[in-house]
C-alpha cells in the first residue's frame, strides 16, 4: 500500500474521530471516499496500532476515542501533512509559472487549463504575474461547470479560440493527453515539469518523451 494515501487516510480518521465519537463507519467510508469495508480495514488497522479505543453503546452503537498515542500520532501526522502540503505548492507554484512565462515567450497569450485540480487554481493565480489570459479548463471527467470563476468545459469542441494548453491534470491521463495533443497540436500543448513524472507513471505511449521535447514547454525551468 502507498505509504502516503496510508497515512492521509489514517489522520482522516483520527481527524473525523476526534470530532465525532458517535461517527459510523459509513460516514468514514464516504470522508475517504472508499468502499466500506476498506474504511472497516482501515479503522482496524488503527485499533490494532493502538490509536484508537472503541466501547459499545445502547442500540448496538458503537463510541470511538483516540488514545494518548492516537493523539500524538495525529498530530505527527498532521505536522507532515502541512511540510507536504508547503513543499508542494511551492514546486507547483514555480512550476506553473515557469510554463506560463513559456507561452508569454511565444506569443501564446491565450490559454486554457487541462484537467481541474490544485494545479490549475495556482495556475490561475500565477497567470496575474504574466500577459497571458486564461480561458477556462477542458476536463471531460469533470462534473462541474465552472472553476476558480472561469468555465470547464467537457468536449475539445467546446474550448473556444486559444493559443496553447496548458496540462493541469494531476492523475495519470495519457488518453487525455493524446487527445489534447491531437486536437491543439503538440506545438501549442504544454506541459509543466511537475506534471511529467505523472505521464510517464500513466503509461502514456511516447509522451513523456513528448512533453519532454514539445518545444513550448518551459524548458528551463529547475524545479
Not at 475517504?32 to 493502538?50: E, H, I, Q, W
Not at 505527527?76 to 506553473?96: D, I
Not at 515557469?98 to 487549463?113: D, K, M, Q, S, T
Not at 497571458?132 to 470563476?149: A, Q
Request: net charge positive; with cysteine; proline share 4%.
Amino acid at each position: 500500500m502507498n505509504r502516503e494515501r496510508e497515512e492521509t487516510r489514517t489522520l482522516e480518521i483520527l481527524e473525523a474521530i476526534e470530532a465525532r465519537s458517535d461517527v459510523t463507519q459509513r460516514h468514514l467510508a464516504d470522508r475517504l471516499g472508499v468502499a466500506l469495508g476498506l474504511a472497516n480495514s482501515y479503522l482496524r488497522r488503527c485499533v490494532r496500532k493502538g490509536l484508537i479505543k472503541i466501547t459499545q453503546a445502547p442500540a448496538n452503537r458503537y463510541l470511538y476515542y483516540l488514545t494518548p498515542k492516537g493523539f500524538a500520532e495525529k498530530s505527527r501526522l498532521t505536522g507532515e501533512y502541512l511540510s507536504f502540503s508547503f513543499a508542494f505548492y511551492r514546486r507547483a507554484s514555480e512550476s506553473l509559472a515557469a510554463a506560463l512565462h513559456a507561452c508569454e515567450e511565444r506569443g501564446l497569450a491565450r490559454i486554457v487549463f487541462v484537467g481541474v485540480s490544485e494545479l490549475a487554481e495556482i495556475g490561475s493565480v500565477r497567470a496575474d504575474e504574466c500577459s497571458v489570459t486564461v480561458l477556462g479548463t477542458y476536463d471531460p471527467t469533470s462534473k462541474l461547470k465552472r472553476f476558480v470563476s472561469l468555465p470547464v468545459w467537457h468536449t475539445v469542441t467546446a474550448i473556444p479560440a486559444c493559443d496553447a494548453a496548458v496540462f493541469t491534470a494531476l492523475t495519470p491521463e495519457p488518453r487525455l493527453y493524446e487527445a489534447v495533443v491531437r486536437h491543439f497540436g503538440i506545438e501549442r500543448v504544454v506541459v509543466p515539469r511537475i506534471v511529467r513524472p505523472l505521464l510517464a507513471r500513466g503509461g502514456a505511449e511516447h509522451a513523456g518523451d513528448r512533453a519532454r521535447a514539445n518545444p513550448t514547454d518551459e524548458t528551463t525551468e529547475t524545479t
